[in-house]
């Protein structure tokens, strides 16, 4: 569904992502590995077009849309989910989805169903998004990006800086979402988390992809977890 | 120097109803100001000329009619909307290519645009003053307590809360507004679900042009329609964006009911220095709350 391929992103004059490449296919969950600072949000970013790449393609749904702006990769069907979460602070949390709301069909996201899936936002609805505890902000913003109604999720580090027990309960939503046919790349620092989740995985440091396996790889290797995840 | 000691509770009353007409007018042009700075990042200096050319365009339409009641009617309709066409193919054709730009480029820029549009104006309408008189039933004067006010003050007085509602309607209730508040903090991501914010910035843009018009038609009848009431106005409306909180409209309204009550009622007290009380307000201000008053998006 998605193919990065050879991608060079720069900020101003620094070269972050070195030739980063990485697929992820129809229905699975892919996590990308690795340490803070090594690459991770900058390959969401310039897969959803937020830091375009100078080189390399970046392929969805088998068309080449490298260098398209955001709101054409949201059209196309990507969901966005920032590690900072960025939720509309001005805004309620209902207006929050109201004006996240695209491609609407039958059996579709609606707001009705991002409440049902996540019930805590039903209550705060009224509340402005601003207000909020960060457990649920990450959930505001996962639920916004479900009210585009996506094929693919980019979820960069969810789980980051919330309590056990909230991220508990989103390891449960994730992994209902890919049953319900979600096709996710989910970056992560939290390796149990990402092992539990998702069927392969690629490791970064450097700016660079050093790794790639299935789930018992990345679980059996323990030379690379110490290289490259351990802090 | 002297000071008026007695400053009558009627005299006074029919200040503030003055300076309350006054910030109507404040009001619905700062408040487009705002909206462009608080959303666009643009600090629009050529806001004032859209003003004065909201202001003329009404002289001319009203003129074509005779200056009759339904000439004003209709021009209070025509003369905004063609500033709004004016400042939608300026945002399409120039703007929109410069919103990435840092602030000075942009605050040069809207000046050149300003000087361009003033050129404009005079070449069009020459350099005399031109005056509008209201329609037949807003002349002449009602009897408040003894002192007489203006029928048209009093017709402000009713635009102004109707534009008020107006706006807050628009930000709060239509998806464009609330997708507006969300771009005005966060462009980055309102592009990120979905959101093609370029066309989101050139409705606001126009919105707050469209202000600009209505503020100069609706000032057309009380004043002589001349060149300079662009510079007049626009230090007015910065002054009012800038102690009301940048980018929040109501703030606007809280800078311009400073701005009007202060000047008005200044002309009571010490009517030779009453030009001063309202710069005095917003030193005041700015003293002690030099992010302005309410809330600002930046």
Known sequence: MLRVENIHTYYQLSHILFGVSLEVGQGEIVCLLGRNGAGKSTTMKSIMGLTPPKQGTIEFKGKVCTGHKPYLMARMGIGFVPDDRRVFADLTVGENLEISERNVHEGGWNKDRVYNFFPAL????????????????????????LMTNPDFILLDEPTEGLAPLI??????????????????LLAEQNLEVALRLSDRGYVIDNGAIQYHGTRDDLSSNEAVRNKYLCV | MEFSATVTFSALMQQVLVGLSRTTILFIVASGLSLVLGVLRIPNVAHGSLYMTGAFVTYTVATLFGQSTLGFWLALIVAPLVVALLSFIAERGLFCHLYEREHMMLLLFTFA???????????????????LVAP??????????????????????????????????LTNKTKI???????????????????????????????????????????????????????????????????????NIWGALLGALIFGLTDSIGILLWPQFAIVFPYVAVVTVLLFRPQGLLKSTW
Request: net charge neutral; with cysteine.
């Open chain 1, 122 to 145: 039903r209550s705060i609805d009224a509340r402005r998004a601003g207000f909020l505890s960060g457990g649920e902000q990450q959930m505001l913003t996962i639920a916004r990006a």
């Open chain 1, 167 to 184: 991220v508990n309960m989103l390891e449960e939503q994730i992994a209902r979402l890919k049953e319900s046919g979600l096709t996710v």
């Open chain 2, 113 to 131: 645009f300003s000087l361009v549009i003033g050129d404009l104006v005079k070449l069009v309408w020459g350099s005399d003053y031109r005056s």
């Open chain 2, 136 to 169: 037949v039933f807003l002349q002449g004067s009602f009897s408040i307590s003894g002192f007489p006010f203006p029928r048209y003050n009093l017709f402000l007085l009713v635009i102004g809360p109707l534009v008020a509602a107006g706006l807050w309607f």
């Open chain 2, 177 to 247: 507004g609330k997708i507006a508040r969300a771009a005005a903090v966060d462009r980055e991501m309102v592009g990120a679900i979905g959101i093609n914010v370029s066309w989101v910035f050139a409705a606001v843009f126009v919105i707050g042009c469209y202000l600009a018009g209505l503020g100069g038609a609706l000032v057309a009848p009380t004043q002589n329609i001349t060149q300079g009431m662009d510079h007049a106005i626009i230090i007015e409306a910065f002054l009012i964006v800038i102690i009301g909180g940048l980018g």
